[in-house]
Nanobody, 127 residues
Framework: QVQLVESGGGSAQAGGSLRLSCAAS????????LAWFRQVPGKARERVAS?????????NYAGSVKGRFLISVDNAKSTLYLEMNDLKPEDSATYYC???????????????????WGQGTQVTVSS
């Protein structure tokens, strides 16, 4: 079982930046999916970005954050990051780190269903 602990949330002004971190207990870095989701009360959870631990080129982003957010993973530290730039008030949400094995015979990680979840970290962006 993978345990995930997020950190780095907080408050920022619109146009500012924040970096989230997610420490993972253990995973097979040769082929594993790690992702960031976010959720606003009363709305469905949204996948923000995902990546396969073996191939950085598999990074995939929601349209609303493409060009502003950057997902990366440091396998040596078992840590996932989300660099958030040019923040907007609509980015305010609770952000969750998630992990899962990819579907068999694929490297695909832009999936809606994940197995393991962190406890979440709050991000608030003011205008």
């Amino acid at each position: 079982q993978v345990q995930l602990v997020e950190s780095g949330g907080g408050s920022a002004q619109a146009g500012g930046s924040l970096r989230l971190s997610c420490a993972a207990s253990e995973y097979d870095s040769r082929n594993y999916c790690l992702a960031w989701f976010r959720q606003v009360p009363g709305k469905a959870r949204e996948r923000v970005a995902s990546v396969n631990t073996a191939y950085a080129v598999t990074a995939n982003y929601a349209g609303s954050v493409k060009g502003r957010f950057l997902i990366s993973v440091d396998n040596a530290k078992s840590t996932l990051y989300l660099e958030m730039n040019d923040l907007k008030p609509e980015d305010s949400a609770t952000y969750y780190c998630a992990a899962r094995l990819p579907p068999e015979h694929t490297w695909q990680c832009n999936l809606a269903s994940y197995t393991y979840w962190g406890q979440g970290t709050q991000v608030t962006v003011s205008s």
